[in-house]
């Protein structure tokens, strides 16, 4: 029988509203709710409800007890939300009776929180996927991936003892060059940016109760150029006119540069080549990225929403591209929703939706760890003991 089906036979509903809220734990549904919000997002791990309700049960006419660490689910009408475990319970006792507030995390609070367990600290030959299934599978958290996530080769990975599963998680996304984030049944899904588009927009004097903007420059730079990050024999001070042809000397054979037209004044952002980037092809990438990534950061819009869900019933979900639409825009603009929070208390029902541009998430291009090492030996095995004999000359690191 499924989790609907259960609390259908409980309480007698009968699903006509499909935002009810519903938590089935240790066998029951609790109702009587004072207020819920339940937190979504591709930066927030695990997902959260915090939930108060009176601790007597009128549906069910019984006095209600749950403990901390109990495994449960969180839906909203029949679409499951969250699966994981009660957290924190707390207690409020006053004259009319007891008030409860029950905080709900998703399974992967143990990735989060929890060292990483495996049976060697050093694999190689494998693939992301694989990586975030073996850290995640100790305690008891499946991960999939959608559209090829995670299919990168990682010849050579190694794990720090110390870290969390969560930890290793992200450093192996960074390099297949995808992201990671809670699923409603208790999984993690290794996905691309942007992977799924919702059905309608949002769009303001209509579904939108209420918008706010943030544009910053902050972190953004006019120009972002990679340079060799080899010793430069300085033949002039610092402060003279060929300090500049030297510094080109450094950055012309990469030949990366990228620029953001929406910083006028010159604020310029030098980055090191990796060793081992053959033909600067990752560096080429990373400025790329550099200006995409802090452009999407420094352009946030935050609304508030009348309805929990897009003009298909759907619920608005995490990494879902939407249309929204402003009156001081002559068209309207494709973002990403970068964190969902469904409200509901004295006034009403509220989703309150975080987006961003998509470059916002866009991973970081990174070196395999391999191709790095090979690099490293190389550049080792060719030093002589020429360098007994060097020069006595200025030299700056860069």
């Known amino acids: 029988m499924s989790i609907a089906s259960d609390i259908s036979d409980f309480m007698g509903w009968n699903g006509e509203d499909q935002d009810e809220v519903s938590v089935y734990v240790a066998g029951m549904t609790i109702s009587g709710w004072q207020n819920v919000s339940i937190r979504m997002g591709l930066e927030v791990m695990p997902s959260t409800a915090r939930i108060a309700f009176t601790e007597y049960q009128p549906d069910g006419g019984y006095t209600l007890s749950v403990d901390p660490g109990m495994r449960c689910k969180v839906l909203i009408g029949t679409d499951l939300v969250i699966t994981g475990y009660v957290s924190v319970v707390e207690t409020d006792t006053d004259s009319n009776g007891n008030l409860m507030e029950m905080e709900i995390d998703s399974l992967s609070i143990d990735l989060v929180e929890c060292s990483a367990e495996f049976a060697t600290y050093q694999m190689s030959s494998t693939n992301a996927l694989a990586i975030c299934q073996q850290v995640s599978r100790p305690r008891g958290v499946t991960v999939t991936s959608t559209q090829g996530a995670g299919n990168t080769d990682i010849q050579q990975f190694s794990v720090i003892l110390s870290e969390t599963a969560y930890e290793v998680m992200e450093r192996v996304c960074r390099l297949a060059g995808c992201i990671f984030y809670d699923q409603p049944d208790g999984t993690v899904l290794l996905s691309p940016v942007g992977a799924t588009q919702a059905s309608g927009s949002l769009e303001e004097g209509k579904n939108i109760e209420h918008i706010s903007t943030r ?62 980037d053959a033909d600067y092809a990752v560096a080429k990438q990373r400025v790329q990225w550099e200006v995409a990534r802090r452009y999407g950061r420094s352009q946030v819009i935050d609304v508030v929403c009348d309805s929990w869900r897009d003009g298909s019933g759907k619920l608005w979900t995490p990494n879902t591209l939407v249309r ?13 929703i970068a964190e969902v929070e469904f409200v509901r208390g004295e006034d009403g029902s509220r989703a309150q939706i975080t987006l961003m541009p998509p470059e916002a998430f866009k991973p970081e291009p990174l070196l395999l760890p391999m191709q790095s090492n090979e690099a490293v030996a190389a550049a080792n095995s060719s030093i002589g003991d020429a360098g007994a004999d060097k020069t006595a000359v200025q030299q700056e690191d860069i």
């Open 215 to 276: 544009r910053s420059l902050r972190g953004r730079f006019s120009e972002v150029r990679a340079i060799i990050q080899n010793p430069v024999v300085l033949f002039t001070p610092p402060d003279s006119d060929d300090y500049v042809s030297q510094m080109q000397a450094v950055s012309d054979p990469v030949n990366a540069v990228a620029t953001d037209p929406g910083v006028t004044r010159s604020r310029p952002l030098l980055i090191p080549v990796e060793l081992g």
């Open 324 to 336: 929204i639409k402003r009156k001081s825009w002559q068209i309207g603009q494709i973002w990403l």
